[in-house]
C-alpha cells in the first residue's frame, strides 16, 4: 500500500473504467469529491454502487459525459439523476449483487473504499459496509481506500489486510450520521401491531426508519431474540443491551448479531467498534434464503410503498419514478416463510401524509412488484393485521379493506365488488 494524497489515488482511474464506490456511511468522500473535479479529462467511466450517504456530485447534469452512474439501490442523492437519466438503476436482489463481482457478469476496474486503519498485524475494517464491498474490493484490478480512524473496526468477513490495497489515502471525517425522529402515534400503533407476531425466541430483521424504530421499542417485554438482517441502527441497541435480545436461540450464529452493514449515530458506530458479538458478513450470505430459513421463527419486517388487494406489494417505486430499490425484501420475505414458525411481515402507515390510501385497488402505471402476492403473509397498518397466506383474492381483498384508511375504505369496497363481482 502506497500512501498518497486523495488526488494522486484517483489519478490512476481511467477513462472507461468501471468503478465501485463504498456502500451506505462507508462512502468516501473525499475520494469521491477528487474524482470528479477530474471529470474534465475523463469520459465514459461507470459508478456502480448501493446507496450512499452523503453528496452523490458525478451524477450532476454536467459531468453526464465523464460519469455514468449505475445504482443497485437509489438513494436520495441519486433520485432525482434516475429520473432525468443522468443515472441508471439496476433491479437485482441484494443476496445477489456480490455475484455480479464474483462471475465477471460485471468486471471491476476499481474500488474506492472507506476503512479503518491498519492495526499491528496490518489488517485494515470495511467497518460499517461488508455487503456487497467485500465482493467489489476482491475483484478490483486497483483498490484504492480512505484510511480513517473514525471507521469502526467490524468483525466478520470485512478484514482487509494492508497488501490487498494499492494505494492509501489518510483521512480523518467523520462517518455520515441517521438520527431517528420522535415516534408518532400511528408509528407506535403499527410497531405494536407487529410487536404482537414476534413469539419468545424469534430471530429478526428489519431495516432502518420510525416503523422498524417503532417495533424494537414495543418488543421490551419479549425475551431470548436474536437479530439476522442485513442491516440495523440504533433502536437494537437497548435491546441488546438488556439482553430481550442475546441471540440464545438461533441455530447458526448462537449468540451473535449478524448484519451487512450499518446506517446510524455514532453511538451504534462506537457500539460495533470491536464488538465479538457482532459479525458483519457479506450480504450473499446474510441474505441467502437458504440461510435465513435455517434460523428459528425468522420475523421480517419490511416497509411498502402501497400494497394492491390482491396482496403485490410495491416497496421501490411510486408509479414510473424509481425511489429506493428491491434491496433485500424478497430475500427475507422468502427466508422467514421457509423458516419454522417464520412470519414474513410487510408493515406501512394506511394512508400517505396528504391523505392518499396506500391500500389500492390497482397498484399505480409503471410500479414494480418486488413481493408478489404469492409470496406475501402478513400486512399491517395502524388499524390492524391482515394475514393473507391461504387466503383467496375476495377474502384478501376484505382483509386488505380492513385494515385500510376508514375514509378510504368505502371507495375500496366498490372498486373491489368491480373487479371481484361477487365480493
Known amino acids: 500500500m502506497k500512501i498518497v494524497s486523495a488526488q494522486e489515488a484517483v489519478s490512476h482511474i481511467k477513462s472507461g473504467d468501471h468503478v465501485f464506490v463504498h456502500t451506505a456511511a462507508a462512502a468516501p468522500v473525499q475520494l469521491i469529491e477528487a474524482l470528479t473535479e477530474r ?36 438513494g436520495g442523492n441519486v433520485r432525482k439523476a434516475v429520473e432525468t437519466g443522468e443515472a441508471d438503476y439496476i433491479p437485482v436482489f441484494l443476496s445477489e449483487i456480490p455475484k455480479l463481482f464474483n462471475k465477471g457478469i460485471i468486471k471491476l476496474d476499481v ?64 462517518l455520515p450520521e441517521h438520527h431517528s425522529s420522535d415516534l408518532t402515534e400511528m408509528e407506535l400503533k403499527i410497531g405494536r401491531h407487529c410487536a404482537e407476531l414476534v413469539e419468545d425466541g424469534a430471530t429478526l430483521q428489519m431495516g432502518i426508519g420510525s416503523i422498524p424504530d417503532a417495533v424494537l421499542a414495543s418488543l421490551d417485554h419479549h425475551k431470548d431474540l436474536g437479530v439476522h438482517t442485513e442491516m440495523f441502527s440504533d433502536g437494537l441497541i437497548p435491546l441488546l443491551e438488556s ?22 449515530t455514532r453511538k451504534l458506530y462506537d457500539f460495533v467498534d470491536d464488538n465479538p458479538n457482532v459479525a458483519m458478513l457479506d450480504c450473499s450470505y446474510v441474505n441467502d434464503s437458504k440461510v435465513i430459513r435455517r434460523n ?48 414474513p411481515i410487510i408493515a406501512l402507515p394506511s394512508a400517505t401524509s396528504r391523505g392518499e390510501s396506500r391500500i389500492v385497488s390497482f397498484l399505480k402505471p409503471g410500479a414494480g412488484v418486488v413481493t408478489t402476492r404469492a409470496h406475501v403473509h402478513y400486512v399491517v397498518t395502524e388499524y390492524g393485521v391482515a394475514d393473507l397466506y391461504g387466503k383467496g383474492l375476495r377474502e384478501r381483498a376484505r382483509m386488505l379493506i380492513d385494515i385500510a384508511h376508514p375514509h378510504q375504505r368505502e371507495s375500496l369496497e366498490k372498486e373491489a365488488f368491480e373487479r371481484f363481482k361477487k365480493f
Open 39 to 74: 471529470h474534465p479529462e475523463l469520459s465514459g467511466v461507470k459508478l456502480f454502487h448501493m446507496h450512499t450517504e452523503g453528496p452523490a456530485p458525478y451524477v450532476n447534469p454536467e459531468y453526464s459525459s465523464s460519469f455514468q452512474t449505475k445504482a443497485f439501490f437509489v
Open 111 to 174: 474500488a474506492l473504499v472507506n476503512v479503518s486503519p491498519p492495526d499491528k498485524h496490518g489488517y485494515c475494517s470495511l467497518g460499517v459496509s461488508v455487503d456487497g464491498s467485500r465482493a467489489a474490493l476482491n475483484n478490483a484490478k486497483l483498490v484504492i481506500a480512505q484510511l480513517n480512524p473514525n471507521m469502526p473496526r467490524t468483525h466478520g468477513d470485512g478484514i482487509v489486510h494492508k497488501s490487498c490495497i494499492h494505494y492509501g489515502v489518510h483521512v480523518n471525517d467523520a
Open 243 to 264: 439482553g430481550v435480545v442475546n441471540n440464545s436461540k438461533k441455530s447458526i450464529h448462537p449468540n451473535r448479531t449478524v448484519a451487512s452493514f450499518l446506517v446510524g
Open 296 to 343: 428459528p421463527k425468522v420475523t421480517a419486517i419490511n416497509s411498502a410503498i402501497e400494497v394492491d388487494l390482491t396482496g403485490q406489494v410495491c416497496a421501490d417505486s411510486i408509479g414510473i419514478r424509481q425511489y429506493s430499490g428491491v434491496g433485500g425484501q424478497m430475500d427475507f420475505i422468502r427466508g422467514a416463510s421457509l423458516s419454522e414458525g417464520g412470519k
